[in-house]
Nanobody, 122 residues
């Protein structure tokens, strides 16, 4: 099983980035997918999640209206489109897979990627 996240980088405040996470080694289309992030010195927090079919999404209040999660089951890939980025969005972003419905809880996820760093400058 492997989840490879990429697309992070340095961006100015107000800018945009799109993260991608490519899955392999499991039946991607059966799993809900989530994005979490961890800022330096802080605990990991939920960002967004999407159901196995892509029709249901759930976003944290801190990113609602700015971030959009989507997926392409034909490509085994989940995306996080981030817009109007703020300094407080600076963190390592992780993708994860779950068969459970408690999407905002990291303990519900069984597979995790290695993370990609997003740095937002002022």
């Amino acid at each position: 099983v492997q989840l490879q996240a990429f697309g992070g980088g340095l961006v100015q405040g107000g800018g945009s980035l799109r993260l991608s996470c490519v899955a392999s080694g499991f039946t991607f289309s059966r799993y809900g997918m989530g994005w979490f992030r961890q800022a330096p010195g802080k605990e990991r927090e939920f960002v967004a999640a999407i159901g196995w079919g892509g029709g249901t999404t759930f976003d944290a209040d801190t990113v609602k209206g700015r971030f959009t999660i989507s997926r392409d089951n034909a490509k085994n890939t989940v995306y996080l489109q981030m817009s109007n980025l703020k300094r407080e969005d600076t963190a390592v972003y992780y993708c994860a897979a779950t068969l459970r419905t408690r999407w905002s809880e990291d303990t519900a996820y069984v597979y995790w990627g290695q993370g990609t760093l997003v740095t937002v400058s002022s």
